[in-house]
């Protein structure tokens, strides 16, 4: 299979793991069960690692990964999540981790967008500015 | 000269008898006294004329013709000369407007000389004044932007070095309760 064909069939098989909108443990169990039965070993590894990067993508954009220094509370990353499925038009689950070197503030990643509200981003940009 | 004599003679001894005629036989007989008689006289005018023949001839004839020759030679030298000197004097006419003319020419040349040298110096006192004042300008040129790049080095340096001490600063200072406050600022920021 050439890597054009593997996109294409890894996007596939992520449509068919998706149930509303929102990627299905169920679904994914029963696409890899599929494949294992149905495809040679060697067309195999190719195949499931551009649905693993379709799916790790997919679930990234359910997701607000936030960054944050010192204390956030569940109330604030929920406001946090709930701002940027408004934004972007889907649900957006928070997933917070801690991370003191910010300094303070927080930073969002929701698939491939990045929001910096960090104390250490302003401190960096104060710095090209004067330099 | 025996026959003139012998003819002069015959003719004296034929004429005598008639000296005693007139008064032109007493002229005659008294020439004949002093030894001058016809026959002779008439003999002396024919050698006399014979001999200016010969010697209009021979001799005079020929010195007119080279004295009239050396008067032509003489004319024609006196032309010649008058001509030379006429040529000589246009000679000298022309001489000497060709030597005002090359007089003219040569100041003129030396004029347009002085003159092309002056403008050659001009040409490369302004060349050189061009490259001196373009080296002048690199130099500035190159010496402002090698003290921007130092100031912004140096900028760079300092800026880094406060942020870095700020970072430092505040990840020690800041506690928990200022970080919450700073999340929640952010909260809001991101609401607006």
């Known amino acids: ?131 | 000269m025996t026959f003139l004599s012998a003819l002069l003679a015959a003719e004296t001894a034929h004429e005598a008898p008639k000296a005693g005629a007139g008064p032109l036989g007493d002229i005659v007989h008294l020439f004949g006294s002093f030894g001058v008689d016809k026959a002779h006289l008439t003999v002396q005018v024919v050698n006399f004329a014979l001999l200016a023949f010969v010697l209009y001839r021979f001799a005079i004839k020929p010195a007119l013709g080279q004295l009239e020759e050396r008067i032509r030679q003489a004319e024609q030298l006196q032309q010649d000369r008058a001509a030379a000197e006429a040529q000589l004097a246009a000679a000298q006419k022309t001489a000497e407007a060709r030597l005002v003319a090359a007089s003219d020419e040569a100041a003129k040349i030396l004029a347009d000389a002085r003159n092309a040298a002056k403008a050659a110096v001009e040409a490369a006192r302004a060349e050189a004044q061009a490259a001196q004042t373009e080296v002048i300008a690199k130099a500035k040129a190159a010496i402002e932007a090698d003290r921007v790049k130092m100031m912004d080095e140096v900028r760079g340096e300092v800026s880094r070095l406060v942020v870095a001490t700020a970072a430092k600063v505040l990840e020690q200072d800041l506690d928990d309760a200022q970080r919450g406050r700073l999340n929640e600022a952010a909260v809001k920021q991101l609401a607006r």
């Not at chain 1, 992520?14 to 040679?40: H, I, M, N």
């Not at chain 1, 790790?56 to 607000?64: D, H, K, N, P, T």
């Open chain 1, 1 to 131: 299979m050439s890597a054009a064909s593997v996109r294409a069939e890894a996007k596939r098989l992520l449509a068919l793991s998706l149930e509303g909108g929102v990627v299905s443990s169920d679904r994914v169990g029963a696409v890899l069960a599929a494949l294992s039965k149905s495809r040679p070993a060697h067309q195999l590894r190719p195949l499931l690692r551009a649905y693993l990067a379709n799916i790790r993508r997919e679930l990234a954009r359910g997701e607000a990964r936030i960054e944050h220094a010192g204390p956030l509370a569940s109330s604030a990353a929920d406001a946090i999540a709930a701002h940027f499925s408004a934004v972007l038009g889907r649900a957006v689950r928070p997933v917070a981790r801690r991370n003191d070197a910010l300094l303070g503030g927080f930073r969002v990643r929701v698939g491939d967008d990045v929001t910096d509200l960090t104390a250490s981003l302003r401190l960096a940009n104060l710095a090209k500015s004067l330099s």
